[in-house]
Structure formats: C-alpha cells, structure tokens
C-alpha cells in the first residue's frame, strides 16, 4: 500500500528538520509539506530534504486539503509539524488498512515530555479518545484516499477541523484507534502553562461541539512556534 504523509507547515523552521528527517525514514510512498506563507526557512528546509512542497493558502485544513490533492497514494497519513512516529506505530497502521474493514483512525497520542503533569493529561486524553471517541489531528490521522475525497476532505474552518473531520469519518464505517504512538512536542503546554493550555482546549472542544462559531474560538488559540 502507497502512503501520502501530508505534513502542513507556516514558520516551523525550529521543528521541522528533525520532523522531516525523521519521517523519511519510515519509507512512506511521499512526504508533501504544504506551506501556509512560511516567513522562515521552513520551505528551504523541506526543499534540502528534497520533499515536495506546495503552497497554499494558510489555515491547517485548508493545507492538509491541497496536500491530499496533490496525494497519490492510497492511504493518506495527516501528520503535524511537531509530530514524531515511530516506525512500529507506523508499520501496525500499514498492517491494519490491509484489511478493507477499516476506512481510518488515529494514533494513541503521546506528549514527547517526562513531566507527570503531561503524562497525566495524556492519559486523560487517551481515556477521551477511547471512550468518547473524541480524537485530535496531533494523534496523526489516516484514512482511504477515497474514502477522503467522498468526505470532500476536511471542513474550511479555522479550528477544531480534526474534530468535524473525526466524527464524519466514524460516519462512513469502521475507524480504529491504534494502541501505537503519535507523539507530539510539549511546546505549546510549556508555552502556555499547562493548566491554562489543558483548560481551554477543553472549553473550546466543548464550545465547538455545541455549535460555537470556529471563527470566534480561534482568537483563544495563538499560534505557537
């Protein structure tokens, strides 16, 4: 099976080398990084690394959709630009999406820190992802290709896109969450503190789920780099 990794990117030159670098070393099918209008050595970096980039306007779903129109392969694999996966949770996907039974599913996520308080929030997010089937775009997404272009990809909007996209794909068959790790940085919990980071991603997952405009919710979540 041919995997596209689609990896959108605006200003992540502190990030993205060892991203990068590390996910060609799982040998996918490609590795397409869709820069938002980068003002730092983001693409420059991508380009070394000889990868294809794409422009496209800014906004992660927005980008991740350009992305999966320029995939050819079978299963899309959306990872973020402080993701890190290992090559065993990457190979149990490839085992997985052999069997036709599954259109896609995420990772377990994995903070890439030892503090207990982020160990803490990670299993409270696993238990959320399990049993409330509430799953995050830093727990890598993959799903069909075509199973993709009949969602008509993600929702244009400007937050909580992992979320909308999630829930419809549930909608047309099996999704599976994988035991195996998608790890994401600590930066934006370091950043931000993690009570205050933790608190207001709940809120905002909640607001959005009762129909709060992604327009207005977005101002609450700054970009971190």
């Given at each position: 099976?041919?995997?596209?990794?689609?990896?959108?990117?605006?200003?992540?030159?502190?990030?993205l080398?060892?991203?990068?670098?590390?996910?060609?070393?799982?040998?996918?099918?490609?590795?397409?990084?869709?820069d938002?209008?980068s003002?730092?050595?983001?693409?420059k970096?991508?380009?070394?690394?000889?990868?294809?980039?794409?422009?496209?306007?800014?906004?992660?779903?927005?980008q991740?959709?350009?992305?999966?129109?320029?995939?050819?392969?079978?299963?899309?694999?959306?990872?973020?630009?402080?993701?890190?996966?290992?090559?065993?949770?990457?190979?149990?996907m490839?085992e997985?999406?052999?069997?036709?039974?599954?259109?896609?599913?995420?990772?377990?996520?994995?903070?890439?820190?030892g503090k207990?308080?982020?160990?803490?929030i990670?299993?409270?997010?696993?238990?959320?992802?399990?049993?409330?089937?509430?799953?995050?775009g830093?727990?890598?997404?993959?799903?069909?290709?075509?199973?993709?272009?009949?969602?008509?990809?993600?929702?244009?909007?400007?937050i909580?896109?992992?979320?909308?996209?999630?829930?419809?794909?549930?909608?047309?068959?099996?999704v599976?969450?994988?035991k195996?790790?998608?790890?994401t940085?600590?930066?934006?919990?370091?950043?931000?503190?993690?009570?205050?980071?933790?608190?207001?991603?709940?809120?905002?997952?909640?607001?959005?789920?009762l129909?709060?405009?992604p327009?207005?919710?977005t101002?609450w979540?700054?970009?971190?780099r």
């Amino acid at each position: 099976m041919k995997v596209s990794i689609i990896v959108p990117t605006l200003n992540e030159e502190l990030v993205l080398e060892g991203t990068l670098s590390q996910i060609q070393q799982l040998s996918p099918h490609e590795v397409i990084v869709t820069d938002g209008g980068s003002k730092d050595d983001t693409c420059k970096i991508a380009n070394r690394l000889n990868l294809h980039v794409i422009a496209s306007p800014p906004g992660r779903s927005l980008q991740m959709n350009a992305g999966a129109k320029e995939a050819t392969g079978d299963i899309l694999l959306f990872l973020h630009a402080d993701n890190r996966l290992e090559s065993e949770s990457y190979q149990k996907m490839l085992e997985c999406m052999k069997n036709p039974k599954w259109v896609g599913g995420a990772f377990t996520l994995g903070i890439d820190s030892g503090k207990w308080s982020l160990k803490l929030i990670t299993l409270l997010a696993n238990i959320r992802s399990k049993y409330l089937g509430l799953a995050y775009g830093d727990q890598g997404f993959f799903v069909r290709k075509e199973i993709f272009k009949e969602l008509q990809g993600f929702s244009p909007i400007p937050i909580c896109e992992d979320l909308d996209f999630y829930q419809r794909l549930k909608k047309k068959g099996s999704v599976i969450l994988l035991k195996e790790k998608a790890y994401t940085s600590p930066r934006r919990w370091i950043k931000e503190g993690i009570f205050f980071t933790t608190a207001r991603n709940i809120l905002i997952a909640i607001l959005f789920g009762l129909g709060f405009p992604p327009h207005i919710l977005t101002k609450w979540y700054l970009a971190i780099r």
